[in-house]
């Protein structure tokens, strides 16, 4: 559906994106997640046909992005200003009118669920009300791809809950949706794959599941310690004022440990999830 082909993108020097290959295939949700700086926004942008690469190309089945993509694709932007003194209903209209292929409006509000808030001006939509919004004015022209950018970024738990009902409703209609996102959970709950962004590249891609199997091999055991590296159980590291391990067999940890005369206190064990994985890769959480 999406084809990213040796992707490269410089600004003065700077390399954001640096020869970037990567598929996206008919009716699957893509996350690209990364810290601050990335590239996320830098590629999403290029995808999106808004930012030209420095070199390489984005195709859309197989073509060139052009005005054609355009009437195909819906985006929701990370910011987006919406019209002032007019109400949700007559936005709706306003952003339909300006496609040759429209989505009877009827539908756009039952799969985004603003039925309850048509008549409502703008200047007075709570966050996830806004969100919601943004995600019809993305559907107006019944696209086939989709683009959310953070599309959740702000909002409560409940209200993010909320959001990723009508994603998955998307989904139900055999959409291709690129999500970009702040939040692991967000990712693990919506996406069939998931790349891991740093410095400009895909350092790790695949669905939740094969990217945990190839990264770890048991249960992750972590414990506060501040003490010096000579005393550390093989395989052990140090990071963030506690010691972790990843291992089969939790019972020679714990006697490693004793004999080592390393405290319990605080001590949690755990099953890998991406949190872990995506430290573990960039040496960072995600929000850092």
Known sequence: MLHAENLTKRFSGL??????NFDIIPGEILAIIGPNGAGKTTTIEMMEGILSPTSG????????????FREKVGIQFQHTALPEFITVEETLKLFSSLYHHRRPLEEVIE???????LTQDNRKLSGGQRQRLLLAIALVNDPEFVFLDEPTTGLDPQARRNFWN????????????????????????LCDDIAIMDHGDIIARGSPAELLNQHF??????????????????????????????????ETIMRSLMAREIP?????????NLDDLFIKLTGASLRA
């Open 15 to 20: 390399v954001a994106v640096q020869d970037l």
């Open 111 to 117: 799969i985004s669920s603003l039925r309850d808030i």
């Open 57 to 68: 190309s984005a195709l859309f089945k197989g073509n060139p992005i052009d005005r054609r």
């Open 217 to 250: 091999d048991g249960v992750i055991v972590r414990v506060p310690y501040d003490g010096p590296e000579e005393k550390l159980p093989e395989g052990a590291v140090k990071r963030n004022g506690s010691l972790e391990l990843v291992t089969r067999n939790v």
């Open 166 to 189: 009508l994603v998955e409703n998307i989904k139900a209609e055999n959409k291709t949706v690129l999500l970009t996102t702040h939040y692991m959970e967000e990712a693990e709950v």
């Open 264 to 272: 319990f206190d605080g001590l949690s064990i755990h099953s890998p």
